[in-house]
């Protein structure tokens, strides 16, 4: 079956540092997204990418993070200059047009 | 803004019994997914449904859906320790593009 495949699993940084998390989409998906999930917590929006832009983001997708497609398989968030408040799990989902989604295993991100 | 709530939000239950988890949300959807991740894991889709009355069955677990109400259940029959995870409902913002909203969980503890 096919998976979206996520690197690194975990992370830690210092704060202030920048990370990219990377995401490998299922192939024939279209949409693209970023969700986090502070840990206990609910699974929250980031954004959501389509035909090569941003096609929404949520208030917590600010200045300090941005999203890329560099090449045909791949799919990165970068956070600028992390906080603390950055710790969470990240998590890469991909979609065709009409039907769910399938997340990928995701990333822990530790800020200290 | 479209807010989806779950109940109950904590849940312990023996083995063998029967239980149902209710999510509700707060503006109009013809389609509601439920999510299921054990700990530190993934989000594993467990149903999609797609249209009012829609009902999907997989071994102890059965979703229904009904869009008027603006509810879905997922009834848990028999349960057995390895059910013991949380449970997400999500629901599909309208406006196209996918964004889903999480419910805030379920944790359920199946106790032997």
């Known amino acids: 079956e096919p998976e979206v495949t996520q690197t690194p699993s975990h992370q830690v940084t210092q704060m202030g540092q920048e990370v990219i998390l990377r995401c490998v989409p299922i192939?024939?998906?279209?949409?693209f997204y970023w969700y986090r999930q502070i840990l206990g917590q609910k699974v929250e929006f980031l954004v959501s990418?389509?035909?090569?832009?941003?096609?929404?983001k949520s208030e917590i997708f600010d200045d300090q993070f941005s999203v890329e497609r560099p090449d045909g398989s791949n799919f990165t968030l970068k956070i600028r200059s992390t906080k603390l408040e950055d710790s969470a799990m990240y998590f890469c989902?991909?979609?065709?047009?009409?039907?769910?989604?399938?997340f990928g295993s995701g990333t822990r991100l530790t800020v200290v | 803004e479209l807010k989806v709530e779950q109940n109950p939000l904590f849940l312990s239950m023996q083995e063998g019994k029967n239980y149902t988890i209710y999510c509700n949300y707060s503006?109009?959807?013809?389609?509601l997914y439920w999510y299921r991740q054990d700990p530190g894991k993934s989000l594993e889709s467990l149903f999609v449904?797609?249209?009012?009355?829609a009902v999907k069955q997989e071994g102890r677990l059965m979703a229904s859906l009904d869009t008027k109400a603006r509810l879905s259940t997922l009834h848990i029959t028999a349960a057995v320790h390895d059910l013991s995870a949380t449970y997400f409902c999500?629901?599909?913002?309208?406006?196209?593009?996918?964004?889903?909203?999480f419910g805030t969980g379920t944790k359920l503890q199946v106790i032997p």
């Open positions: 989902a991909s979609s065709e047009a009409a039907v769910g989604y399938t």
């Open positions: 192939s024939n998906h279209l949409y």
């Open positions: 990418f389509y035909n090569n832009e941003i096609s929404e």
């Open positions: 503006t109009t959807s013809d389609r």
């Open positions: 449904l797609l249209s009012n009355g």
């Open positions: 999500a629901v599909p913002n309208s406006g196209g593009y996918q964004k889903v909203t």
